[in-house]
C-alpha cells in the first residue's frame, strides 16, 4: 500500500509564536511538512520559510488561502485578526488551528464557529494547557472522580516581565493572558459551565499605563454551575521567571500541578539555595505546543473532530468578556452562554 502523502500545513504570522509553530510542523511532527508562510511583513515571510525549507511565502493571505497546496492553516497573527482569518480560511476548505483567543466578541467568535461548521472543516483552538501532561494527568484524575466533587479550583499565569506595555491592546490581561486560565478551569472541572464572575484588576506593575487602559494585575473570582468556586489570577511581572499553576480540590482529595523550575536540580553554594527557574513559556510548555499541533494534524488526518474546539474558545471568551464587565461595573456579572 502506498504511503500517505505529508499534510500540507502553511503558517500565517511569523514572529515569536509563529515561528515556533513552523519549526513545529517543519521538524517535529512526522507526516506533516510547511508548505507556505504567509505575513504581511515581505521580510518576515520570506526569512522564515527559508530557514526552514517552505516552499512559498505569501504577504497576501487570500493568494495564501487560494493555494491548493496547502490543506490546512495553522494561525498565529494579533488577537484582533483571528476570526476573520478563521472564517476566511474555513470558507477556502482549510482545516484551521487558531492561537488564542479565537476572537475577542462573542459575536466573532460564533461567525468563526459557524464557518467552520458550515464548510465542514476542523477548528482546534491552542489552549496548550490541555496538552501539558500534568494537567491532563489531573483532568484525567477530575473525570475519573479520584478526588471527588470538585469544590474549589485555582489556576495561575504570571508571566516574567512587561518589557514594554506600550503596545499592548487594553484588556489584555483577560482576553489574552487569563483567557488560558479560564480554559484551564474548565478543564479541570468537566462537564461544569461558569455562571457567575466577579474581577478585580489594576496596574500595579505600570501605574503610568493605567490611563491607557493597560492592567497588569487582575484575580477572578468564579463559580460554576456544579457549584465549584475557582480563582484565577496573573501578573506580568515574575521577577523569577515564567509561573504556571493549577489546584482542584475536591470531596475526596486534592490535585496540585505546574512548576517554575526548570529541572528538580537545587543548588546550594555561598550565596545560598537557589533553583533555575523557567523564563519563556516556549521552555515550559514546549512539549505541550508540539503535543497540540501533532493532534491538530492527527484529527485533519483522520477526518476526526479536534479535543480543543471552537465552542471551548467561545466559553473561555464569555468568561473573560464577563470579567471585563465586572472590572468596569465594580460588580458581579453573569456568563453569557452559548444558544442551545
Not at 206 to 220: E, N, Q, S, Y
Not at 284 to 305: I, M, N, Q, S
Request: aromatic fraction near 6%.
Amino acid at each position: 500500500m502506498p504511503s500517505q502523502p505529508p499534510l500540507a500545513v502553511g503558517l500565517i504570522g511569523a514572529g515569536r509564536m509563529g515561528s515556533f509553530h513552523a519549526t513545529t510542523l517543519a521538524r517535529r511532527i512526522p507526516g506533516v511538512r510547511l508548505a507556505a508562510v504567509a505575513d504581511p511583513v515581505p521580510d518576515a515571510a520570506r526569512r522564515l520559510a527559508d530557514h526552514l525549507d517552505a516552499p512559498v511565502a505569501y504577504t497576501d493571505i487570500a493568494a495564501f488561502l487560494a493555494d491548493p497546496e496547502i490543506d490546512a492553516v495553522v494561525i498565529a497573527t494579533p488577537a484582533r485578526t483571528h476570526a476573520d482569518l478563521v472564517e476566511a480560511a474555513a470558507r477556502a476548505g482549510k482545516a484551521v488551528y487558531c492561537e488564542k483567543p479565537m476572537a475577542v466578541t462573542l459575536a466573532d467568535a460564533d461567525r468563526a464557529v459557524s464557518a467552520a461548521r458550515e464548510a465542514g472543516v476542523a477548528l482546534q483552538v491552542g489552549f496548550n494547557r490541555r496538552y501539558d501532561e500534568g494537567f491532563r494527568a489531573a483532568h484525567d484524575k477530575v473525570a475519573a472522580g479520584s478526588i471527588g466533587t470538585p469544590q474549589l479550583l485555582r489556576s495561575l499565569t504570571r508571566d516574567p516581565k512587561l518589557a514594554d506595555p506600550a503596545p499592548i491592546p487594553p484588556w489584555t490581561i483577560f482576553l489574552e493572558t487569563l483567557i488560558h486560565d479560564f480554559d484551564t478551569l474548565r478543564f479541570l472541572n468537566p462537564g461544569a459551565e461558569a455562571v457567575e464572575v466577579f474581577a478585580l484588576a489594576d496596574a500595579l506593575v505600570r501605574p503610568d499605563f493605567k490611563d491607557r487602559g493597560l492592567l497588569d494585575t487582575a484575580v477572578v473570582t468564579i463559580r460554576f454551575d456544579n457549584g465549584a468556586l475557582a480563582t484565577a489570577e496573573a501578573n506580568f511581572q515574575a521577577v523569577y521567571g515564567y509561573d504556571v499553576r493549577g489546584e482542584v480540590f475536591g470531596s475526596a482529595g486534592m490535585l496540585t500541578m505546574g512548576e517554575v523550575r526548570r529541572t528538580h536540580l537545587t543548588s546550594y553554594g555561598p550565596d545560598g539555595v537557589s533553583a533555575e527557574s523557567v523564563s519563556y513559556d516556549q521552555d515550559l510548555f514546549r512539549d505541550a505546543y508540539v503535543a497540540e499541533l501533532a493532534d491538530f494534524t492527527d484529527c485533519v488526518r483522520a477526518g476526526r473532530a479536534p479535543a480543543v474546539t471552537g465552542e471551548d474558545a467561545r466559553a473561555a471568551l464569555a468568561i473573560a468578556l464577563a470579567a471585563i464587565e465586572s472590572v468596569t461595573t465594580g460588580g458581579p456579572v453573569r456568563v453569557e452562554r452559548a444558544a442551545e
